[in-house]
């Protein structure tokens, strides 16, 4: 499998050229004459701060643009620049450079701006303004809402430009090109549905149409609301996680919770899926878990005693407690790719096969007068060793328990055809040795054959209910 | 109730191209029938004689002849069309109080047939229910006891409240004794005509221990594959553990891949539906298997988390949360022993 096809789509389909940018012409006007404006030595002001809604086309603006003009990007995240003094070392950075005539040109990028806590961060943003005033290579901010009064003073030291927000049918318009290039099938349906729920964020749709597209193959209204139906609205629920995962504080990570509208239950499927991705460490990763599990067991105490009190302890251990279960910095901050929770997925997918599964169980369940949890562990297994290894045995008991075509195959990946084949043959032969009709003689008395009791059996629960019948 | 297609087809056959699982086609329809629990058998005789009999309790370990004891009896009581006058529940599958209101209450309060004596209530695994289904049940156990009795069936019967305890008669059904699991199963040998030897039915005994569903269903399969003797049993018992089960040891402790382990433990929930109990138990036998290389010291402490998963399992936590908790402890107990080559497989004494 090469490279570029494991490359998460968010990236792969990144505009490379501003133009491919799909709408925010007002911006990209604005950005371009200010790119402008640097490399002709007299920039109005030096840095700008892009703002608008989360994947509005931010992040992608300033790489094509820097792909563009082959400009080196310098990027950094909020979890990057808690402190003071990671922000002065990119400051030295962008204060060095251009006196090298062999020097690339810069950009530097400080993403999520508006994640900066004025006072958890101290010193944060003043490092910021101090990087803004010195820098001899355009400094880009990036915030989702940038009115937040602390970032006042950042504000008038940059110039403002807004990403609007997309609209469906923008996204809609990406979504197409990116099936017709990954020759994914996909109905139109499917794809109003995933730039619907995106509401404008281009990102979480292409995140979504390549989850859907690459656990399923096609891209259907079916599977795509399978897959779906957890997805936040007002703040990518990825974010939210992460946003959990790298907290400092206890209070950062629990307030990320508030910011999206799945249920507690949902969320901690969500953390559970990502957690051993950012957790690397085992002392961190056993830590978080722990954390996790109890947070898991609150839950289930509430269904059981119905006492709701308990949720905030739940949201507690799933948030703070994994948050601060995270201590290895190597692993804690690293940007790593999310995933849905592959256990949807995996229910979605094999949702037949359950089904058949649980049909088998139950037909023998009643043969055998035991639950079906019992069949499944105790049973299942070891008429799965007669099915693999004596097909024509296997055809028998298929005849006699009257298991169905998909159960055989269930019960044999391998042989399912041959015991398939014996069992039409063997249906032959007795319908042309059998008498057809009246059955019951035929079966020798000696024998204790449970066929006579299973017809009973069907009669007495008739009777039952002609007997509940009679009683009312 | 149950619904299947009795074609005139399958009617037809005589007999000989069908064939039934075992622990279905001998297991004894009536008491006198039943080989073991000779002193539950004989108490259970007085009230068929009597045509009167208290609520049951049939406690004891799985595969112990709970269910059968009580088929048996109501056989006994009604004749061949027992099953008129019988509700059977098996409460892991319908455990909820809806069921114990809706089901269970209408058929418990129904008025008695001419002739019976009172209709019968069979709740299998009946340890399986909610607190507050049992509560329901104690009042309908009292409210129509003229009308109807219960046979309540448990594995553990701690599980059962006190109340209930209070108003049945309890059987203690004890682990079958090795004579008596292979005298069965050489019963069932030499009506199917399979040459089988000693060893492999000690050998069932033993994995099976003493539950004689499992043995059953052990022995039918090493038939399956010729005859019963030592290789074919073990043979069996490996191909119906999943490798899975081993697999998840290994990559978690051994190899350190969390990841890795967590999608086999998906699969064995998935494609398997395996539950977590059933695969923290299947984890308990592999811990102490000399096959698998663990310090001893850690084997002990993965047993008391273990013990710990269950619980919670038990009280309503989610199955793959708790276990994928405990793939982590795995991760983290290994990282010694990752740290240095596996001890050499510990020589026979």
């Known amino acids: 499998m090469s490279l570029a096809k494991k490359l998460p789509w968010v990236f792969k389909y ?44 931010k992040n992608s603006l300033v790489e094509a643009a820097a792909k563009e003009r082959g400009l080196e990007l310098i990027e950094m995240n909020a979890s990057d620049y808690r402190r003071s003094t990671d922000i002065e070392r990119i400051a030295i950075v962008s204060s060095r450079g251009g006196s090298l005539k062999s020097d690339r040109g810069r950009i530097i990028v400080l993403d999520e701006v508006d994640g900066v806590s004025a006072t958890a961060d101290l010193g944060a943003l003043e490092s910021i303004l101090n990087l803004i ?24 030291a940059c110039m403002m430009i807004e990403f609007k927000r997309l609209t469906k049918t923008d996204v809609k318009k990406v979504l197409r090109s990116i099936c017709s290039s990954e020759r994914l099938e996909c109905e139109e349906e499917a794809l109003s549905y995933i730039a619907e729920k995106a509401e404008g964020d281009l990102r979480s749709a292409i995140n979504d149409l390549e989850a859907v597209g690459e656990g399923f193959g096609k891209v259907t209204l079916a599977t795509v609301k399978a ?118 997925r995996l229910m979605v997918k094999t949702r ?53 075509e998909s159960m055989i195959r269930y019960l044999s990946e391998s042989k399912g055809d041959t015991i398939v084949r014996q069992v039409e043959r063997f249906r032959q032969e007795i319908r042309k040795t059998g008498t057809e009709g009246k059955p019951t003689s035929t079966i020798p008395e000696s024998r204790p054959s449970s066929k006579r009791t299973e017809k009973k059996e069907v009669k007495s629960s008739r009777g039952l209910e002609d007997f509940f019948k009679k009683q009312l | ?202 050998a069932i005994y033993e994995v099976s221990g003493g539950d004689m569903r499992r043995a059953i269903n052990i022995l039918q399969a090493s038939a399956a594959l010729g005859e019963v003797n030592l290789s074919n049993v073990y043979k069996v018992v490996g191909l119906a553990t999943p490798a899975e089960v081993r697999a998840l040891l290994k990559t978690a402790l051994f190899e350190g891949d969390f990841l890795k382990s967590r999608d086999t433990l998906r699969k064995l929930m998935v494609t398997y539906g395996l539950s977590g109990v059933d695969i923290v138990k299947q984890l308990h036998r592999e811990i102490f298997s000399s096959e698998v290389p663990i310090p001893e010291e850690i084997r002990v402490e993965i047993a008391d988390y273990l013990g710990e998963v269950q619980y ?34 510990p020589s026979k004494r």
């Open chain 1, 352 to 404: 037949e096969a359950r089904q058949v599964r649980e049909d088998l169980a139950r037909l023998i369940a009643s043969h055998l007068k035991c639950s079906t949890s019992t069949v499944k562990s105790d049973v299942i297994p070891y008429l799965k060793v007669i099915f693999d290894n004596n097909p024509e045995y296997a055809a028998k008991l298929a005849l006699g328990l009257n298991l169905s």
């Open chain 2, 312 to 345: 919670r399992l038990v009280e309503g936590a989610d199955d793959e949360i708790q276990l994928s908790a405990l793939l982590a402890k795995l991760v983290l107990l290994g990282k010694t022993l990752r740290q240095q080559p596996p001890p050499a497989r």
């Open chain 1, 133 to 156: 005033e010195n820098t001899s290579h355009p400094v880009v901010l990036i915030a989702n809402d940038p009115w937040d009064p602390k970032l006042r003073e950042l504000r008038d």
């Open chain 2, 1 to 202: 109730m149950r619904e299947q297609d009795y074609s005139g087809v399958l009617m037809s056959s005589r007999g000989v191209l069908t064939e039934l699982l075992w622990a279905e086609k001998y297991r004894p329809k009536s008491l006198q029938e039943m080989v073991n629990q000779e002193d539950i058998v004989k108490r259970l005789q007085v009230f068929v004689k009597e045509k009167n009999m208290p609520h049951l309790l049939f406690a004891g370990p799985p595969g112990t002849g709970k269910t059968t004891a009580a088929h048996a009896l109501a056989h006994d009581l009604y004749g061949e069309d027992y099953r008129l006058y019988m509700l059977e529940l098996n409460a892991s599958d319908e455990r909820g109080i809806d069921v114990i209101r809706t089901k269970v209450k209408e058929f418990s309060r129904s008025k008695l047939p001419v002739g019976v004596p009172f209709k019968i209530v069979l709740l299998d695994e009946a340890d399986n229910m909610t607190a507050d289904a049992q509560q329901a049940l104690r009042r309908l156990m009292e409210m129509y006891v003229d009308v109807t009795r219960f046979i309540l069936i448990a594995n553990y019967p701690s599980k059962i409240i006190e109340p209930i305890q209070s108003r049945c008669a309890v059987f203690r059904f004890t682990s079958l004794k090795r004579e008596d699991v292979v005298a069965r199963l050489k019963w069932i040998c030499s009506h199917e005509k399979v040459v089988c030897d000693d060893k492999g039915l000690d």
């Open chain 1, 14 to 57: 990144r505009p490379r050229r501003i133009d491919e940018l799909v709408n925010q012409e007002e911006a990209k006007r604005l950005f371009i004459e200010w790119l402008n404006s640097w490399f002709q030595g007299k920039p109005g002001k030096k840095a700008v701060l892009l703002y608008g809604p989360p994947g509005s086309g």
């Open chain 1, 227 to 344: 897959l779906l139906r957890a997805r936040d609205r007002d703040l990518n629920i990825f974010d939210v996680v992460r946003k959990i995962m790298i907290s400092k504080y206890a209070w950062q990570a629990r307030e990320a919770s508030t910011q999206t509208d799945l249920a507690p239950d949902e969320l901690i499927k969500w953390v559970h899926e990502n957690l051993p991705r950012q957790a690397l460490d085992p002392d961190d990763l056993w830590r978080a878990y722990e954390a996790l599990s109890r947070a898991d067991v609150y839950l289930s105490r509430i269904i059981r005693t119905g006492n709701w009190d308990l949720l905030s302890y739940a949201v507690d251990m799933m948030t703070a407690g994994v948050a601060l279960s995270i201590k290895n910095e190597d692993y804690k901050y690293k940007w790593v790719k999310y995933s849905f929770p592959e256990t949807i």
